[in-house]
């Protein structure tokens, strides 16, 4: 399985003098917008692709400043392949809850509409997390190319809507599902 490691920082930093965020390294300095990671004001998110939801909950559960995410861009056919989405910097309503919610759309290789998704929850009536804090997403999405299905590379789309603040990001990533018996 092609992987590519990192270690997402915590924190989106909210510039002190505005209401601007944007994306952060473990250093300190900016990261560029991408399809996958993207933010409008304080409102972030980034899509992320890992082989095994599981191990994402508890590499995000243990208590640390920073999450070791095993992002993939490969998977074999009958292989999962999950997509989360990390978020912060979401509007608070009266009672101190967001209400974010998502949809998914997969494209197959040859552009058709492989699945989507009707809305699922981000984070819904929850409290904002702590300034400058990310989130997992509650709902994730699960996928595995069956072996009758076509391999090359899928469009994972997701649209990530912060109804408080009527804000949408829309984030895209690929993946490319191999057959059986490569060598990844």
């Given amino acids: 399985?092609?992987?590519?490691?990192?270690?997402?920082?915590l924190l989106c930093v909210a510039l002190a003098s505005s209401a601007s965020a944007e994306w952060i390294n473990r250093s300190g300095s900016p990261l560029p917008e991408t399809g996958?990671?993207?933010?409008?004001?304080?409102?972030?998110a980034w899509l992320v692709l890992v082989p095994d939801d599981r191990e994402l909950y508890q590499s995000w559960g243990a208590p640390s400043e920073t999450v070791n995410v095993r992002e993939v861009d490969t998977v074999l056919v009958n292989?999962?392949?999950?997509?989360?989405?990390?978020?912060g910097g979401c509007a608070a309503n009266v009672q101190g809850?967001?209400?974010v919610a998502m949809r998914y759309r997969i494209l197959a290789p040859d552009g058709s509409v492989y699945?989507?998704?009707p809305a699922m929850e981000v984070w819904?009536?929850?409290?904002?997390p702590a300034?400058?804090?990310?989130?997992?997403?509650?709902?994730?999405?699960?996928?595995?190319?069956?072996?009758?299905?076509?391999?090359?590379?899928y469009g994972v789309q997701v649209q990530v809507l912060d109804e408080v603040a009527d804000k949408v990001l829309t984030l895209e990533r690929n993946f490319e599902a191999v057959?059986?018996?490569t060598e990844l």
């Fill in 179 to 181: 057959p059986m018996g």
């Fill in 97 to 99: 809850n967001c209400q």
């Fill in 115 to 117: 699945t989507e998704t």
């Fill in 124 to 128: 819904s009536n929850k409290p904002a």
């Fill in 1 to 9: 399985m092609a992987s590519q490691g990192f270690a997402l920082l």
């Fill in 79 to 87: 292989s999962p392949i999950s997509a989360f989405v990390v978020f």
């Fill in 36 to 44: 996958f990671r993207k933010s409008d004001g304080g409102f972030s």
């Fill in 131 to 153: 300034n400058r804090v990310l989130q997992l997403s509650v709902g994730y999405l699960k996928v595995a190319i069956e072996p009758d299905e076509q391999v090359g590379s």
